[in-house]
């Protein structure tokens, strides 16, 4: 298993704004994934964060608006950028030791006003 | 277009008897099936799986069937306890390519 930090937890943020959330991992691990769930959504996946190159994103979602870093196999981090009030979402990092079990983080739940 | 889906957005069951969440999938490409438990505030946490090679994986009070003619399957958690109030994801997996495709999730209530 993993043990996943991410913060922060939550927050309130202006429209126009961005938000740096950050997703500690307590061991090296390959792959990394940042999700989002909408109010009364399904967990959906954002992109693959890949470990020293460009992250991939899912249909939909684009690194302009959704940069992702990942400097090393325990970190990354995910902005929103320019955020208005539809992203306001919970936003998830996790990561698989194996492809057939996913861990999450406890999410961080982005408000937008 | 959903390929898994949850149908039911809520579940009500007095403490003792037994909770039967439905999902039903589209991609026959899926062939790992996994549950998912989260309570508010907190990621989701890993419940329970099932290859498709199998029918039935049981663990302790969980179990879930796949029945891959009907692309369905359902976790059964006997007996219910008011700790397990939560809501459940389905998720299903095609082995290899990592990518988890999540229902919408049903919100199972135990009365005591």
């Known amino acids: 298993s993993a043990v996943i930090s991410q913060k922060p937890s939550r927050d309130i943020c202006q429209r126009g704004t961005s938000l740096t959330i950050q997703c500690q991992v307590d061991s090296q691990v390959t792959m990394m994934f940042w999700y989002r769930q909408q109010p009364g959504q399904s967990l959906t996946l954002i992109a693959t964060a890949n470990q020293g190159s460009e992250a991939t994103y899912e249909s939909g979602f684009v690194i302009d608006k959704f940069p992702i870093s990942r400097p090393n196999l325990t970190f990354s981090t995910l902005t929103v950028s320019n955020m208005s009030p539809e992203d306001s979402s919970i936003y998830l990092c996790s990561v698989a030791i194996i492809d057939t079990e996913a861990f999450f983080g406890q999410g961080t739940r982005l408000t937008v006003v | ?112």
Not at chain 2, 2 to 31: A, H, W
């Open chain 2, 1 to 112: 277009d959903q390929q898994v889906k949850q149908n039911s957005p809520s579940l009500s069951v007095q403490e003792g008897r037994i909770s039967i969440l439905n999902c039903d999938y589209t991609n026959s490409m899926f062939d790992y099936f996994l549950w998912y438990k989260k309570y508010p505030a907190e990621g989701p946490t890993f419940l329970i799986s099932i290859s498709s090679i199998k029918d039935k994986n049981e663990d302790g009070r969980f179990t879930v069937f796949l029945n891959k003619s009907a692309k369905h399957l359902s976790l059964h958690i006997v007996p219910s306890q008011p700790g397990d109030s939560a809501v459940y994801f389905c998720a299903a997996i095609t082995s290899g390519t990592y990518k988890y495709i999540f229902g919408t999730g049903t919100r199972l209530k135990v009365l005591a």
